[in-house]
């Protein structure tokens, strides 16, 4: 089924195609988004390799497209420190009805549009990396002039996971905080849990299955069960069991709570600079 319905002769210009430009590239390609409609900027031709194999227009440079064209769709996905030093190379890409999404942490509508200056239409969007695989969280934030827009970008990113919008730009600091950074987290946690089933003894090849299959399988439960997570958690902590023993060092004094914390407050606080 496609997600997102694009004109034949619509264009979607994709400037950064590394981790965050490629999950988005491959969630489109796999929800049907025309490769010939995607044009791709970016500096690594062993980015751009992969997607010319599969029909996507690829750039190294900004210098190689006409000016002629005309983009419905620019997405920017460069690092935000790029974004504030290059971005106006880009500039004469934007016409009055292009659409300009950019996904970068902290770099508000205002700067966009500061460094932008052809852009008229900007929309921010939060993805996180499991966009790749269809189960992102991205949250958009869209001035109130820019709502005929807001179906379009729906289209374009309700096919890579779940999508929410947020009406304050202040909220895209947490936002980017906890989905944005999140995966990392969730992944530090992953490892830190292999780490502890092989100092437990278990064999390597084992050690990893086992917790990994628990996260995956604990992550499934969370989403089908109609049980919160605390429930879930009560559900499985016999009084004196092995369970209540493992929790009682990890929920010790909420160390880990608020390390965890502090962790997403750090995130913020990251964004807030960039911004
Ligand atoms: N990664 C995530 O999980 C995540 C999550 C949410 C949002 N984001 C946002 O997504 C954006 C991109 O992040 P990323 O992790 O995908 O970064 P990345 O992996 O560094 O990708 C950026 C790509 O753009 C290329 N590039 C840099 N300058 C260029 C230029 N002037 N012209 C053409 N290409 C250029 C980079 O090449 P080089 O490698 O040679 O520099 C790289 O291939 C950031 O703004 C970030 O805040 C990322």
Same mark, same amino acid.
């Given at each position: ?12 210009? &994709? /400037? ?18 025309? =490769? ?5 900027? $970016? ?23 006409? /000016? ?38 902290? &770099? ?10 052809? +852009? ?21 934030? +869209?001035?109130?002039? !820019? ?63 086992? =917790? ?15 049980? $919160? ?19 009682? +060092? ?7 709570? !608020? ?17």
């Amino acid at each position: 089924m496609k997600a997102f319905e694009i004109s034949a002769e619509s264009k979607i210009l &994709v /400037v950064g195609g590394g981790r965050m430009g490629a999950a988005i590239i491959n969630g489109w390609l796999t929800k049907g988004i025309a =490769a010939e409609s995607i044009y791709l900027i $970016d500096q690594n031709q062993s980015v751009l390799d992969g997607y010319q194999a599969q029909g996507v227009n690829t750039f190294s440079s900004v210098d190689q497209i006409s /000016v002629s064209e005309s983009f419905s769709v620019f997405l920017l996905a460069l690092k935000p420190q790029v974004i504030l030093k290059r971005v106006g190379d880009f500039n004469r890409l934007i016409n009055k009805d292009t659409c300009l999404i950019s996904v970068a942490a902290g &770099v508000t509508v205002n700067t966009l549009r500061s460094l932008m200056t052809n +852009a008229k239409h900007i929309i921010r969007v939060m993805p996180n990396t499991p966009a790749m695989v269809g189960k992102g969280v991205l949250v958009g934030y +869209a001035q109130e002039q !820019e709502s005929a827009f807001t179906n379009l970008v729906e289209g374009l990113f309700n096919s890579l996971g779940k999508f929410y919008w947020v009406t304050s730009e202040e909220h895209m600091h947490s936002v980017t905080a906890i989905s944005g950074s999140g995966p990392a987290y969730v992944f530090y946690f992953a490892q830190c849990f292999i780490e502890s089933a092989k100092a437990l003894g278990l064999p390597d090849a084992l050690a990893k299955d086992l =917790a990994l299959e628990t996260l995956i399988g604990s992550s499934v439960l969370i989403d089908q069960s109609i049980d $919160d997570v605390i429930k879930l958690r009560e559900n499985v902590t016999s009084p004196n069991g092995t369970t209540q023993a493992g929790l009682e +060092a990890l929920m010790a004094d909420d160390i880990f709570m !608020e390390q965890l914390l502090d962790c997403c407050k750090a995130a913020k606080e990251r964004s807030i600079q960039l911004s």
